[in-house]
């Protein structure tokens, strides 16, 4: 009985759990908290498309595969061990259960690609752009270039702050924050043109449902339209070398007065250093990001 109320405790505090598991999934916007299960929240349509495809989809098709292939051990072991049954079948195959082991699995992937051609679709459907920047992976940092027929016309490398640094950039996230974020207006649409300069990197900002591969020699674009303001994070997802985890993506999606503003004092600042790295502890370089933190 003590058993049972103990069981009855966890139950009634199971939503309480859950609960606590959403507020800290919210709290982690752009970015995953220690210890967090599932996708940051998504601030795009797209994102919220996959996230849904994921949790609606397919954990639950994996659960039940997963179930149903334990249940099937179960029966084995038990069922057909050597003590249980001392004399072995000598049935070599079952017409029925080889096409149902056939065709069960085609009919499980045909509902799983359906949704999912909607929305590769959905991704690589580029809408007409109100802004494009490019990303360039480099071992091992991103540079970006803002174009010229945009009031862009500059570039500028963004680089990982080592935690030694992290007194430099406001609210520091060890292995994320960089010293120049990418920076673009919210409710826009933003296609972003990838590539890349030594080996092949891949661009992925989760909150935002982007994800592309950055091809030395090829342009690959992507897009996403922010409906939330804030600071959005992301890494390289492939084995590209030695620092492959030390090239963290930051996309800063700010108001269109505070993107216009970012714009001219970037103008200035990435002109005066030719496009090089500008880290924000340089007083004398650090008047974009001034503008956005007023």
Not at 121 to 132: F, S, V, W
Request: charged share 20%; aromatic share 10%.
């Amino acid at each position: 009985m003590p058993q049972f109320g103990r069981l009855r405790a966890r139950a009634a505090a199971l939503p309480m759990l859950l609960a606590a598991g959403a507020a800290r999934a919210e709290d982690g916007v752009g970015h995953p908290l220690p210890g967090q299960i599932g996708f940051q929240v998504g601030v795009t349509d797209i994102a919220r498309d996959i996230h849904g495809f994921y949790d609606n989809l397919l954990f639950p098709i994996i659960t039940v595969i997963s179930l149903f292939v334990l249940v099937l051990l179960g029966i084995c072991i038990f069922r057909f061990n050597e003590r249980a049954n001392p004399v072995p079948s000598k049935t070599t195959h079952h017409a029925m259960l080889e096409v149902a082991w056939t065709i069960v699995p085609v009919l499980i992937l045909v509902v799983i690609a359906i949704p999912s051609f909607r929305l590769l679709t959905k991704q690589l459907e580029l809408p007409k752009p109100d802004i494009t920047i490019k990303a360039t992976g480099k071992q091992w940092y991103w540079s970006y270039d803002y174009p010229k027929d945009q009031d862009g016309g500059f570039g500028f490398d963004s680089t990982r702050v080592e935690e030694k640094d992290a007194k430099t950039v406001p609210d520091f996230i060890n292995l994320l924050s960089v010293d120049n974020e990418a920076v673009v207006p919210v409710n826009k649409n933003i296609q972003v043109n990838v590539t890349g300069a030594d080996v092949i990197h891949g661009f992925i900002v989760q909150s935002l449902g982007v994800r592309i591969d950055a091809v030395p020699g090829r342009l690959n674009s992507t897009w996403f339209r922010a409906d939330r303001e804030g600071v959005y994070y992301g890494q390289c997802s492939k084995l590209c070398g030695k620092d492959h985890a030390y090239m963290p993506i930051a996309i800063r999606v700010v108001s269109q007065p505070a993107y216009e503003a970012w714009l001219q004092d970037a103008k200035k600042k990435y002109a005066q250093n030719g496009g090089q790295t500008v880290h924000l502890a340089d007083a004398s370089t650090a008047g974009a990001a001034d503008t956005l933190q007023r």
